[in-house]
Nanobody, 124 residues
Framework: QVRLVESGGGLVQAGGSLRLSCAAS????????MGWYRQAPGKEREFVAA?????????YYTNSVKGRFTISRDTAKNTVYLQMNSLKPEDTAVYYC????????????????WGQGTTVTVSS
């Protein structure tokens, strides 16, 4: 069993930055693909970014965050990060991290473990 806990959310002005963290316990994340998703009020959960497990470190982003967000992982700390720069009001959402084994997927249904989420609010 993997337990994921997100942190780092908050209120920020447009153009600002935040770094979200996803700390894992229960198992090492080394073999897991990790993803970040978000859900804005009244909208469905959407894929944001993912990073592959093992040492591959391949990363994937949804088009709307490319060049602004960076996903990374620190295996020693068993933690995954999402650095968010140049934030926009449309980035406002609850952000969730998730863990998945097997072939990396951007589909939420393929992820086995989820955190409780951290709220990001970007003011204009």
């Amino acid at each position: 069993q993997v337990r994921l806990v997100e942190s780092g959310g908050g209120l920020v002005q447009a153009g600002g930055s935040l770094r979200l963290s996803c700390a894992a316990s229960g198992r090492t994340l080394t073999t897991y693909n990790m993803g970040w998703y978000r859900q804005a009020p009244g909208k469905e959960r959407e894929f944001v970014a993912a990073i592959s497990g093992w040492s591959a470190g391949s990363t994937y982003y949804t088009n709307s965050v490319k060049g602004r967000f960076t996903i990374s992982r620190d295996t020693a700390k068993n933690t995954v990060y999402l650095q968010m720069n140049s934030l926009k009001p449309e980035d406002t959402a609850v952000y969730y991290c998730a863990a998945q084994l097997g072939i990396l997927s951007t589909q939420a249904t393929r992820y086995d473990y989820w955190g409780q989420g951290t709220t990001v609010t970007v003011s204009s």
